[in-house]
């Protein structure tokens, strides 16, 4: 073959390369997750694509939570929706009320024939993200509940088990401090742990109309004596350093990995930084019971986030996210995404395959969050929350506990002007949302 049949070959295969290339339908996936979980995302991406050649999921972060659900809002107004976005839980009214910006995931994965069964999920997961009829509005992904870690070296170190209740926590903390450290306790991401936690824990309303999930016109009760008296308690603890705050999201975790605090209350996820961090040995058990409220507990509720199909893009583009959907939710790859990070898995398929796997053999506590989750069938309280404009009610949360961490405010004040300020933001929503 002469240079120039060679060359015009060459040419020619090169160019059905790039058209081959060129035809692949791009789906754009915009997140929230950074570090290492961000790598994660991006291995998940990579393998989807990797799998098939007819699309291509282009993953994309966009700061945190909040952050990714104002920039998607903004985008959609501008008509430059990504396909997929990473919303957080307490995001769900304000995506419900969206209207005509969302494609409801169910719908999207029967418009685009891709095989989809609402059972296979854990129970707990998708009754959070289902209409009244039980139509599944966004797909679970990451999935998570508030856990209690402990140091175990410091624990035994002081003479103590690991606490399972409150009265224990307390006792606990008494111990760790007496022999030495520098905190007995601390907790980040307040509102979601110590009240909308510790309510659905013990089958208490957060709110009415069950907890929002039965109509935008509800307001808030977790002001009652019940949750002003555990903080109260906790705010006492900062006397003789049993209880130190360090932060209103994970800020607090460094306190726990360097070992100054010896327990942690916070998202079952922080399992892979806790980890790779931390240079003792450390568990993770079920919340702790306030035994003068009930007898036993009721069931957690998740955080995390789940993806929300955005409308407005060509039905090629669909059956792609379909798919990719398809594979997100396969027992391997939330197992994978499972035993990594310490996310709950979304589906009964991936926790028994992580079973199966030996993996909470080989790493007890691990099953916790999924325990915790599936305890009990949920109630009315303890289903969840679907709250308008509860991103800006929970800094207003944030705003009241930390005047009572601060001692500007008893626990019942700070409670009392959360409500408050939360119920204006709720009446604000309402208006809106007609």
Not at 351 to 366: C, R
Request: glycine share 8%.
């Amino acid at each position: 073959m002469t240079f120039t049949k060679s060359l015009l070959a060459s040419t020619v295969f090169m160019g059905a390369l790039a058209s081959t290339a060129y035809a692949q339908t791009e789906v754009t996936w915009w997140h929230a997750m950074g570090g290492a979980n961000g790598e994660r995302v991006d291995k998940i991406a990579a393998d989807f694509n990797a799998s098939q050649d007819e699309y291509t999921v282009t993953p994309a972060y966009k700061g945190n939570y909040t952050e990714t659900m104002t920039a998607a809002i903004a985008a959609f107004r501008a008509g430059e929706q990504p396909h997929l976005v990473q919303v957080f839980e307490v995001g769900t009214a304000t995506m419900m009320a969206a209207k005509g910006a969302i494609y409801p995931v169910e719908q999207l994965m029967a418009d685009a024939g891709e095989p989809f069964n609402g059972d296979d999920y854990l129970p707990a997961v998708v009754s959070y993200y289902e209409t009244p009829e039980g139509e599944l509005l966004s797909m679970p992904f990451n999935s998570s509940t508030p856990v209690l870690w402990y140091n175990a070296d410091a624990l035994k170190a002081a003479g103590v088990e690991a606490p399972t209740t409150w009265d224990e926590v307390e006792a606990a903390s008494a111990a760790l401090v007496a022999n030495g450290m520098k905190c007995g306790i601390s907790f980040g991401w307040q509102s979601w742990v110590m009240l909308e936690n510790y309510s659905a824990w013990h089958n208490m309303e957060l709110g009415t109309k069950e907890n929002g999930f039965a109509g935008f016109d509800t307001e808030f009760t977790f002001n009652n004596d019940k949750v002003a008296a555990r903080l109260q308690s906790v705010a006492d603890m900062q006397a003789d350093n049993k209880f130190v705050y360090g932060g209103r999201r994970g800020d607090s975790l460094p306190m726990f990995t360097n070992g100054e605090c010896g327990m942690w209350m916070n998202s079952s996820a922080y399992y892979g930084s806790i980890k790779s961090q931390a240079k003792f040995e450390f568990g993770q058990t079920m919340l702790p019971l306030d035994t003068k409220l009930a007898d036993a507990p009721q069931n957690s509720i998740i955080g995390g986030a789940t993806l929300w199909a955005l409308a407005g893009h060509e039905d090629e583009e669909y059956k792609g996210l379909a798919k990719f959907l398809t594979y997100l939710s396969s027992p391997e790859v939330q197992a994978w995404w499972h035993q990594e990070t310490g996310y709950v898995p979304i589906t009964k398929a991936a926790a028994e395959l992580s079973a199966e796997q030996g993996f909470y053999e080989s790493n007890p506590g691990t099953d916790t969050a999924i325990k915790q989750l599936s305890l009990n069938i949920p109630t009315a309280n303890s289903r969840g929350l679907r709250f308008g404009n509860f991103v800006q009610i929970r800094d207003v949360i944030n705003e009241e506990m930390e005047a009572l961490w601060a001692g500007n405010a008893t626990a019942q004040e700070a409670l009392d002007n959360a409500a408050s300020r939360g119920n204006e933001l709720l009446r604000k929503f309402e208006r809106s949302a007609k």
